[in-house]
């Protein structure tokens, strides 16, 4: 290999990486503040890059649907447990409009949209905010009456979710794949080097996103509360933290950043309806760098996935999973080395 | 007991006629189906049922059994009933090797490991020439057997119905065993198993090498069953239906495998054939149901189906057939007053606290002594340094002139060392007898064949009988077939002190006993630890009920911040002003 493919090769595995460095930190956040581990994460890669392909097309994508869906059932299990509890009526109206109103402005704004074809960056918006919108629904639905049990459980969980939200996409999206257009079509030279504009976008983007979250978590107080929520979850109820919206609010950042990550990619690959979950398990396995706690190490972790898959797919293109999913196990084994036993749970 | 026998034994015979009975050759294949996925949820039923462990790997255990088969049989004409044995021996050394990797990480990390690992083999299945990449292996022969052809779906029926009722029965035989009830102890963390001996790491390996062999078979028949293997029956998706199949059918019962499968495979199929008319195309629209379905059972009915139906059958309440069973082994006894346990400046520090401060005792035969010091004083960590769940900074334990610092905590009650936990550390769904057995851990020997074969039932008839011995004694023997969750906080402490007694021990070390125990029984118990200290046994007693340690015990040693206030005789003890000031403050 001479130099100049070692630098594409490099160029490209970082630029993954990127990528997978969005998702692992999503998944670090996630686990931090629910204690689930989640596997779908990936999904919302998927959905983000196929709504936003759709809406290309013209069409209103099934995502829509679904959020339409997910926030009618949430608000009828709102409605059953506040007649049960017996929750004043100004109170529960105002709970369901917190449940219904967000999705019903973001659907019908898209059932509105979709055939107008407006420029690409306002139907990426649309596109970021249904799918932004679905995770604290999917946390709503699918893990806050469990969000006591045990990690193994809520793993499981995951994995239904998992099957769940991949059966859908082939529902919203069909068995063939998409490819979206670039943000930025412009190409640099730099050396022997191709630098493309969405290359340097997901730079970008993933750098901002970091920064982002780095002053939510500092400087305001509901990232605060996350923060607080993840070192000790009855220490934080007993500070009038609600877990529950601390669980969405992580749910909802989780499927951004998701959704981000399938419009960064989306023109760089094309993408099936069940891509999502082997670029998701890999932001995973760079998460497990980090023992899903650390975010400089979920983000180095995912630098090296990257880079690793982008060599191994130029040396063993057939191997390039074998390869990237068999590292997780020596890394657990370091991981598991370092922190002992630990498994006082239930 | 009769009940479950008739029930098992109608079951077998309607198996037994299916094939024979004009049932479409559907129903055969659908019943052969479940079958073959039976023995793999048997397997995660032990795995995560029993022992608490989740794995999503199991369809790849499947592969390499399959693969094995199809491999040797087609390239090198290997019979069937020899690959069936290297099959098993390949996956078990696989499982081996994985489980010595992955079962030493905490809690979440192994299902995470057998996601990675499933991934991996699925990919590499994929893509190895000599397997035949994604077309796989294709013309594998029936099996046959004494001549006989099974390549019919009907023949096939028998043998595989034959193997998968064997091993649900081996199964079930071997959770009422004695490794049975270690595994089960393992589910909710292991200080109390270890605690009464069981090496759990080990206890795990062996679930989990189980699990997969149980796989491996099933592949196995899968290769001669379907004629061709390929890499999707193996890949994750699989795996995780597998473990669908075991929660919806209940995780926690042998038959709730079957009850799974049977109902996944028989709704995949219908859910086939209507998603597709549905939606207009075809695809795997049923693993929309599957994942809602998982969510589901797991909010409202975690136990699974199976739980519904042994709510319905008899409660089994086990034969008492031990009355003439030989007694278990004792252990000698020192003479009385030889130093049992000697703690010399011992020290615990995490980071910069010192919990426990060099802090030097003795305990000898036949005497109860007694720890006590305001809370926070470093009592249950000297405990656990002398039983090994932490280890000391630095000093040395000695048990009857041997070492045990450092030693492992399974180590030290293997050397004579019992003891019973502050908060009550018990399988709640075992009878409260079962629970006391496994105190007696040490005490048996048979393992896994053994207790699928039940040539363990002397030994077993030898252990209950100690159990009862003991429950008797500490005045709860009525108490003795009851789930261990139906006793009140009280009379589950004294199942824990049978427990450590029932290990025969040389020192017992008790924590906080009498707390939630009525006046009567704290009375009770305090008879039945003077006649424990009259037949020479050692007592080191952590306790805050003050009229019972002082009337109790022959000293008492008082902590606190960690360190050794005084030792002395209940009376000199009381009279300390030293001891009245660190538990009520000094006078200003």
Redesign the interface.
């Known amino acids: 290999m001479d130099l100049s493919t070692a630098g594409i090769l490099l160029l490209d595995g970082v630029t993954n990486g990127a990528v997978y460095g969005l998702l692992a930190l999503a998944t670090v956040l996630v686990f931090a503040v629910t204690r689930v581990?989640f596997?779908p994460q990936g999904e919302f890669v998927a959905y983000g890059a196929l709504t936003l392909a759709l809406l290309q097309l013209g069409k209103v994508p099934g995502t829509v649907w679904l959020l339409v869906a997910l926030a009618a059932i949430a608000a009828l299990l709102d409605l059953v447990d506040a007649i049960r509890r017996g929750l004043p009526a100004a109170q529960l109206l105002r709970g369901l409009l917190r449940t219904l109103l967000l999705p019903a402005v973001v659907a019908a704004a898209t059932v509105w949209a979709a055939p107008q074809k407006f420029p690409l960056l306002v139907q990426s918006a649309l596109a970021l905010a249904i799918v932004t919108l679905l995770g604290p629904l999917v946390y709503r639905?699918?893990y806050q009456?469990?969000a006591d049990?045990?990690?193994?459980?809520l793993?499981?969980?995951s994995?239904?979710?998992?099957?769940?939200?991949?059966?859908?996409g082939?529902?919203f999206f069909?068995?063939e794949g998409f490819r979206n257009p670039p943000f930025w079509d412009a190409r640099f030279a730099a050396g022997p080097l191709m630098l493309s504009g969405q290359t340097l976008i997901i730079f970008a983007a993933a750098l901002a996103l970091i920064v982002g979250l780095y002053l939510f978590f500092e400087r305001t107080l509901r990232g605060k509360a996350l923060r607080a929520t993840a070192v000790n979850r009855l220490g934080a109820r007993l500070m009038g933290i609600s877990t529950s919206s601390a669980g969405q609010l992580s749910f909802g950042l989780a499927a951004f950043m998701g959704a981000l990550s399938g419009l960064l990619i989306g023109p760089t690959t094309t993408i099936f309806y069940d891509s999502g979950f082997l670029i998701g398990?890999k932001g995973?396995?760079a998460a497990?760098f980090g023992g899903l706690a650390s975010y400089p190490a979920a983000a180095l972790g995912a630098l090296l996935v990257g880079v690793l898959e982008s060599f191994s797919s130029f040396y063993a293109s057939?191997?390039k999973?074998?390869i990237v999913?068999?590292l997780?196990?020596p890394v657990?084994?370091w991981?598991?080395?370092q922190?002992g036993?630990?498994?006082?749970?239930? | 007991m009769l009940f479950r026998r008739i029930a098992l034994a109608v079951f077998v015979l309607l198996l037994a006629v299916l094939p024979l009975a004009p049932v479409p050759e559907f129903w055969i294949t659908q019943a052969n189906y479940i079958g073959l996925y039976t023995l793999v949820v048997i397997g995660l039923v032990l795995l995560t049922g029993v022992a608490g462990l989740t794995s999503f790997g199991q369809a790849a255990f499947v592969g390499m059994g399959a693969y094995t088969a199809a491999y040797l049989t087609l390239t090198y004409g290997v019979s069937p009933w020899l690959t069936v044995w290297i099959g098993l021996a390949i996956t078990g050394v696989a499982a081996l090797v994985l489980a010595r990797i992955t079962l030493r990480m905490s809690g979440h990390y192994l299902p995470l490991a057998t996601i990675a690992w499933g991934l991996s083999l699925f990919y590499l299945l994929g893509n190895l020439d000599f397997l035949g990449k994604y077309d796989g292996l294709l013309g594998i022969p029936a099996l046959t057997f004494f001549g006989q052809s099974l390549s019919t779906g009907r023949s096939f029926f028998f043998l595989l119905w034959i193997i998968v009722v064997l091993a649900a029965i081996a199964v079930t035989h071997l959770l009422d065993s004695r490794t049975g009830r270690a595994m089960r102890a393992v589910k909710g963390g292991t200080t109390m198993a270890e605690a009464m001996g069981v090496d759990t790491f080990r206890v795990k390996v062996t679930a989990f090498v189980l699990a997969a062999l149980l796989a491996s078979v099933s592949g196995w028949l899968f290769a001669h069953f379907q004629r061709t293997v390929n890499p999707s029956p193996f890949g994750l998706n699989m795996g995780i239906e597998y473990l669908f199949m075991a929660v919806l059918g209940g995780v926690g019962h042998v038959w709730g495998a079957l009850v799974g499968a049977g109902v996944v495979q028989i709704l995949k199929d219908q859910l086939q054939v209507w998603l597709p008319k549905l939606m207009g195309t075809s695809g795997n629209y049923e693993i929309i149901v599957f994942g809602v379905l998982l969510v589901l059972m797991l909010q409202y009915a975690r136990d699974g189906i199976w739980a519904f139906v042994e709510a319905l059958l008899p409660r089994v309440r086990r034969k008492v057939d031990w009355a003439d069973a030989a007694a278990l082994p004792a252990r000698a006894k020192p003479a009385h007053g030889e130093v049992v346990l000697d703690v010399r400046a011992v020290r615990k520090e995490f980071g910069g606290l010192v919990a426990v401060n060099d802090v030097s005792f003795n305990v000898r035969a036949g005497e109860i002594l007694g720890l006590i010091g305001p809370n926070g004083a470093g009592k249950s960590t000297t405990f656990n340094l002398v039983t090994g769940v932490l280890p000391a900074t630095r000093g040395e334990v000695t048990l009857l002139g041997r070492r045990i610092d450092g030693a492992r905590s399974r180590e030290i009650a293997r050397q004579g060392v019992s003891r019973t936990f502050q908060h009550v550390k018990m399988i709640a769904t075992m009878t409260v007898l079962e629970n006391v057995a496994l105190g007696a851990h040490l005490r048996g020997r048979h393992g896994v064949p053994a207790a699928m074969l039940r040539t363990d039932r002397a030994e077993e008839r030898a252990l209950m009988k100690e159990a009862e011995r003991q429950l008797q004694r500490i005045g709860i023997g009525e108490l003795m077939h009851e789930p261990a969750f139906n006793l009140a906080l009280g009379q589950q402490r004294l199942m824990e002190i049978a427990r450590a007694l029932a290990a025969d021990p040389t020192l017992l070390l008790l924590d906080e006993p009498a707390a939630g125990l009525r006046l009567k029984e704290k009375e009770s118990l305090a008879g039945v630890l003077r006649q424990l200290r009259g037949e020479g046994l050692s007592i080191l007693l952590v306790e805050h009920d003050m009229d019972l340690v002082m009337g109790l015990v022959d000293r008492v040693v008082v902590m606190e911040f960690g360190t050794k206030l005084i030792e002395g005789t209940p009376e000199e003890v009381q009279a300390s002003p030293a001891v009245r000031a660190a538990y009520l403050g000094t006078e200003h």
């Open positions: 581990i596997l639905l699918a009456r469990l049990a045990s990690v193994l459980v793993l499981i969980v994995v239904g979710v998992h099957f769940a939200l991949t059966g859908l082939l529902v069909g068995a398990l995973f396995v497990i057939a191997f999973e074998v999913f068999t997780i196990i657990l084994l991981r598991s080395f922190h036993h630990d498994d006082e749970e239930e």
